[in-house]
Each structure stands twice: as C-alpha cells, then as structure tokens.
C-alpha cells in the first residue's frame, strides 16, 4: 500500500446494478435476462392474472364447455424477405405455433399491419400473399386485422402482429406445472438455423452452403406427438427469442426444477455450427422458428421420440436432456469435452430482429 496521494482510491462508491436502465434497450426485446426483467417487474405487476403469472406461449380459457388457447405476437424482422420464408409467412408460422405449445388445434388468426409511409405496395402484395399461403397450409383462417400508417422512416417498412385462437381437447394438460423431475427433454431437429439463416441475408455473409430458414408450422407434428404421449406429454415451448437456453431456463425458473442438457446429443447442422463459429455465436442462444422443445414422461420418452421421426419436420428429432431435483431453477450443460457449466439467460442482445 503506497502513501502516493494519487494513488488514494476517492469517492469510490457501489454503482447501481448494470441490468438498472431508465430506457428501453434493444436487450429488452432479445428473450433473455432483460426481457425477463421487463415481464416481472414492469408487465406482470399491471395485468395481474394467473395465466400471465404461467408465462406459458399463451393464455389457455375456459368458455363455456370449450377450452380455448389464445395468444398474439409482433413481427418486426428486418430483412422482410429471407431465404426459406419472409415476415408475412413468420408471422403465421410463429402464432400458430405458439397455440401448438399450448396443447390446443390452431383455429383462427387476427393480422394487423403497422405500415410505413412509402412502402412498396407490390412488397405488400408478396408478404399479404404469402401469409395467406402460410395460413391454407396450416389450416387456419385471417378473420380480422387492422392497419395503420406511420411516417416515413418510422416504421422500418412493415411490422405485424398476430393473435390465435384454438381449441384444447379434453385431458390435454401442457404447462410449466405439469414437469417433474425424471422427465426427458426433446427436440424436433436441429436448432439455431433459422437465426443464422437471417443473419447471414443481413449481413451479407456468404457460406459454401446457403443456409436456408427452417421456418415451420408444427400443427401436423404437435398432433402426432399427443396422438402418441397424451397427458404423459407435460410441456411444450417453440424456442424462438433467446434460443433453447432461454427456453429451458425459463422452464427451469417458473416450474422449479433443474434441466441437465448433454451438448453432445443437441443436433446442429454442420454449415450453421460453423457460422456459429465464425461469428462468436453460441447455437444454444440462437432464435429458431420450427422447433419445438417437449418434456416427456420418462416411460413415454422412446414413443414420443419416435412419434417426431415419422414426421417430416422430425426427421432429425433427438433426447438433449432431462429434468432434475438436483439444482432447482437451474439448467447445466454437459459438453462435448466432457466438462460441465451452468447455462444462464441470455444478458444481452445476441442476435437482433430475428422474429
């Protein structure tokens, strides 16, 4: 310790925590620790109601004899058009999806348009046409929308937002609070594709192999899956904003358990590991559209596996992990080296403007 008053430590003090912000931040839209915080400290307070408090993909009502799911999502990807898809198919893909995770058969669909002065009416056309395509294909009906009009240079072209209805069937209970330890964790396929597959348009990254969004409705699978594993099928969650590591830590929190995932059993294709690579990304936290993650009962785990390989967006379907008592609301990674760490939410902002 030196006597050197320029040395002296002044008017040192603890600053306030660096997640504290007095402003939105891009992070607050990524799916990770941010949007988390936002949730809890800014959302859930103001609409206190049990089934926001589920966090689940949507909201599952009661009315009259029926069980009803509902959900809605915005859709601000830049850029409109992407190989494998655009904002227009995204934007059914991603609703009915998110009605798929709650158990329940996609039904109706809302569609309003946010739409920037100047924008080009034939691009309109092509991404109106397009959702359309995307709704036959999953068997659901546009019934009503909106649009409005915003300044030029206020609304990066066209942003949209989707509502869902669908209908649950009897005995199907899929939750957060259905998942207990000895359960098994599952994958339709191989992950962060999607992601990568946007980025590298952005970007204007060129790779031996064009990577292609897998961008999917998943009504067709999701059915065969609780054809097959019924009420021993406890979850559902389409790992889109934040990856699967953000899915399961959102799991992991809300229902109280601990996830252990084996990286070596988590299918990545080889062209998108390697763009990973190249561009410091971590495939766990990359966004996905056309995934679904399922937590099975352990007996069930060999059946519901094989239920997602006979369907074609199961090809590559894998067991990544499972559910344990061991570190409650934490999920572990086994890596391919052997070594093991903790996978926490994502804290920042990885991958912008994905979905």
Known sequence: MTNDPSHRAVGLHCPRPLSTHDCVQMAHGGGGRLSEQLLAEVF????????LARRHDGALLQVGGERLAFTTDSFVVRPLFFPGGDIGSLAVHGTVNDLCMCGARPLYLSASYILEEGFELAQLERIVASMAQAARAAEVSVVTGDTKVVDRGKGDGVYINTSGVGRVAPGIAIGPEYVQPGDVVL????????????????????????????????GSLVGQLLDCAGNQLHFLRDPTRGGVASACCELAQTAGVGIRLDERRIPVADPVRGACELLGLDPLYVANEGKAMAVVAPQLADRALEAMRQHPLGARAAVIGEVTDEHPHQVVLRSSIGTTRIVAMLSGEQLPRIC
């Open 44 to 51: 859930l307070p103001a609409f206190d109601h049990p089934e």
């Open 187 to 218: 994958i339709n396929g191989e992950i962060a594709t999607h992601g990568i597959a946007i980025m590298s348009v952005r970007e204007g990254l060129q790779f031996e192999t064009e990577l292609v969004s897998d961008s999917a409705a998943l």
